[in-house]
């Protein structure tokens, strides 16, 4: 398990090292000059050239990135002040701290993956496990139907629709808005209630989808089979044998989902004019802002290889029949 692990995280530094230098270089085939935005109208070069000096965009490429990579891990001194390890530096739209600005969003995002995970896990996976129990069966075809329907729903639709009837028609809800958890839980627990459904209801139906097919797949295995000829009651075996096996697609991609979440649900946040990650790193790349686009496409990159290392370690816990060697 160990040797796995370090072979994991030793491919996810070179996967971010990749990542870092394709954004990085990337950002030069704009057309955009961050400077020239920063200096406004009235412009002169003398101005423009200060302006270059105080971003630190008046060195080569190359040098450019090798300063980002040495700051991140070392520090760095900017004409804002001083940053410490890890620094990505400053944004060049609102001169703030990169990391401390990821770290001001982060708790939005966070809100807002871990309580739909919560949503979409629990009514997913259980309509999927119930209709592969019930197969063919109206509680079935109603669960297989609903899925199918809902699946090819996007948040970008259903999220004004939920905002028009429940807050703005019907005044149920409030606008959906982020509260801190130790302030006040119950207005943490309201303002992110609309988006925790609207993200249920498009995960919702595909973990219906994979739940139930994974299900009646497994009930199909020879081992659960012989469990069967033994007398085994049907909720042993579905819940023992069945159950257990069928989780490994479904960690698979509640893994890949989780990452992607955290590292930054753009349509979500943005939809729903929430503070996160997602909405961070639209507003970066509509600045031209490259110490925040190159510090959040990290942050969420990381997130997104850590949670894929998780799932191939949990495969040993969950299937005896996996060797991580």
């Avoid at 935005?37 to 630190?56: F, Q, Y």
């Avoid at 004409?79 to 701290?97: E, R, T």
């Amino acid at each position: 398990m160990l040797r796995f692990l370090t072979r994991r995280f030793a491919g996810a530094i070179v996967i971010l090292l990749v990542i870092s230098a394709v954004t990085f270089f990337l950002f030069y085939a704009v057309p955009r000059d961050p400077a020239m935005l920063a200096c406004g109208k009235n412009c002169t070069p003398d101005a423009l050239e200060v302006i270059r000096k105080s971003m630190g965009i008046d060195k080569p490429v190359p040098q450019q990135y090798l300063d980002f990579m040495v700051g991140i891990f070392q520090g760095r001194d900017f004409a804002q002040g001083p940053c410490n390890a890890p620094c990505f530096g400053y944004s060049f739209a609102s001169q703030d701290p990169v990391w401390e600005t990821i770290l001001d969003r982060f708790p939005t995002t966070v809100s807002l993956t871990l309580g739909g995970a919560a949503v979409f896990l629990f009514i997913g996976l259980g309509a999927g496990m119930l209709a592969a129990w019930k197969k063919g069966s109206l509680l079935d075809k109603v669960a297989s139907t609903g899925s199918l329907v809902l699946s090819s729903l996007q948040i970008y639709f259903i999220g004004p629709l939920a905002l028009a009837l429940f807050v703005y028609n019907l005044n149920l809800l409030d606008q959906p808005k982020y509260v801190p958890i130790t302030q006040d839980p119950a207005g943490w627990f309201m303002g992110l209630l609309i988006p925790w459904c609207v993200i249920q209801i498009i995960f919702t139906a595909n973990y219906t989808r994979l739940s139930r097919s994974s299900m009646i797949e497994q009930l199909q295995e020879d081992h659960v089979r012989t469990a069967k000829a033994k007398g085994m009651s049907s909720r042993t075996v579905f819940f023992r044998y069945a159950w257990r096996g069928s989780l490994i697609p479904i960690v698979t991609i509640f893994g890949v989902d989780m990452g992607s979440l955290i590292g930054g649900a753009m349509i979500t946040e943005w939809t729903f004019s929430l503070p996160g990650i997602g909405r961070l790193a639209v507003e970066s790349v509509q600045n031209t802002d490259l110490p925040m686009v190159m510090g959040v496409m990290l942050f969420s990159a990381f997130f997104i290889i850590f949670f894929n290392v998780i799932v191939d370690a949990a495969y040993a816990f969950i299937d005896p029949r996996v060797r991580l060697s």
